[in-house]
């Protein structure tokens, strides 16, 4: 009986999930409609690179090939990078024809976090102009891509503009994890919460984000997520709450609101970093997971419990029932289970992968948690945000 009012009120959560919590689920969250300017703004694309060198080749000339009509310039810097990056970025800028600047960075000052001094000191050489994309080395852009964002931030008067990379999922382990992981973050950040100024959630997708940079002057730059390993996230959530400053929630009607931060999925923009093994796909996520929770034991210790609850408890008490007889622990588990399986097919069918892998979700859930609970082990173990050879910068660095 406990088990199967356990079930029932998780089955309970999930109903809540599926029809209350943003469509986290949905993936109709696209670049929204616009139509073509009559000027174009200038923009300035800052790519951190560090040791990218075999990256640069496969995503740097879709960047530098950008069927923009507007100016482009292009500033890559080169993160304290052993491996010739900064070379490899020249070398391509030449044979690209486009403004090219490749900027060698300086090490990482106290409070910093590296991806967001190198982020800083791209701005510092950068030309003047209208805009400021934020993309990864590892990300390749359809020739379209600049133009449809710029095209939509200047239609809708958005200060970001952010899509979520379509991410590589080649391998076994990428096909089993890659989709949840997108699906959890939205989980956490609702997009249609994110687009919505009725609501204060705010988020980005590192790999693509192009900022009005005016609005980054307002909200005082990138100096005020100095020391955040989850740099897009920070950025968002900085916009956010700039708009939020200039038209409060309860003082203006929704359609006289700006939208201001913008975040969607897209097939257009892809990660071309291979994610092969098990233990990639681990390192990459614990090394944020903990961060992302604040490095707060307390939220750990929810997190956990909320995860068994949510995606541990129904398939665990659908075979329960069925060996014990308990008609409520069944129904409520399979319930469960088949509500959660089905708010991850639409991020599968995305991915152009079979939707019955959905029932998988509790197995991956349970990865997940390991990932997390080892990410606060390597937290206090001083190897927190460890990537590329470098770690976080410091307890203090946050999301």
């Not at 999930?17 to 943003?22: A, D, N, Q, T, V």
């Not at 995860?307 to 060996?323: D, E, H, K, N, R």
């Amino acid at each position: 009986m406990v088990v199967g009012v356990a079930a029932a009120l998780a089955a309970g959560a999930w109903v809540y999930l599926l029809l209350f919590h943003g469509g986290f689920w949905r993936t109709t969250e696209r670049l929204p409609p616009h139509g073509t300017l009559s000027s174009w703004p200038r923009v300035v694309a800052v790519v951190p690179a560090r040791n990218e060198a075999d990256m640069l080749p496969l995503t740097l000339p879709t960047l530098l090939g950008q069927d923009y009509p507007g100016e482009l310039s292009v500033v890559v810097v080169d993160d304290c990078s052993d491996d010739g990056t900064g070379t490899t970025a020249a070398k391509l800028g030449a044979e690209s024809g486009r403004d090219l600047r490749v900027i060698g960075g300086s090490p990482r000052p106290d409070g910093w976090a590296g991806k967001v001094w190198a982020m800083r000191q791209g701005l510092d050489n950068a030309p003047a102009s209208d805009y400021v994309l934020f993309t990864d080395a590892d990300i390749a852009c359809a020739p379209r891509t600049l133009k449809d964002l710029v095209a939509a931030a200047e239609a809708g008067d958005r200060d970001l503009v952010s899509q979520m990379a379509l991410l590589r999922a080649d391998s076994g382990w990428e096909r089993l994890l890659v989709p949840a992981f997108v699906y959890f973050f939205a989980q956490l950040y609702p997009f249609r919460r994110v687009n919505s100024p009725r609501w204060r959630t705010g988020a980005a997708a590192g790999g693509c984000m192009l900022v009005r940079r005016g609005a980054l002057d307002r909200a005082g730059g990138i100096d005020q997520i100095a020391n955040a390993l989850i740099d897009d996230v920070a950025l968002g959530q900085l916009l956010k709450r700039q708009l939020l400053k200039r038209q409060p929630l309860q003082r203006q009607p929704l359609q006289r609101q700006r939208p201001g931060v913008w975040l969607g999925l897209t097939t257009q923009v892809s990660s071309v970093r291979p994610y092969d093994t098990l233990d990639s796909l681990w390192r990459m996520v614990a090394r944020s997971a903990y961060t992302q929770l604040r490095c707060s034991p307390l939220l750990l210790t929810g997190t956990v419990i909320g995860l068994a609850f949510t995606y541990l408890l129904p398939p665990v008490a659908l075979i329960a029932g069925l060996a014990a007889g308990n008609a409520l622990a069944t129904a409520a588990g399979a319930a469960g289970w088949l509500i959660m399986a089905a708010t991850e097919m639409p991020m599968l069918r995305l991915y152009r992968l079979q939707p019955a892998r959905a029932f998988l979700l509790p197995a991956v859930a349970a990865l997940y948690t390991a990932m997390t609970i080892d990410s606060a082990r390597r937290h206090y173990s001083g190897r927190g945000g460890e990537w590329k050879g470098r770690t976080a910068a410091g307890p203090r660095a946050r999301a």
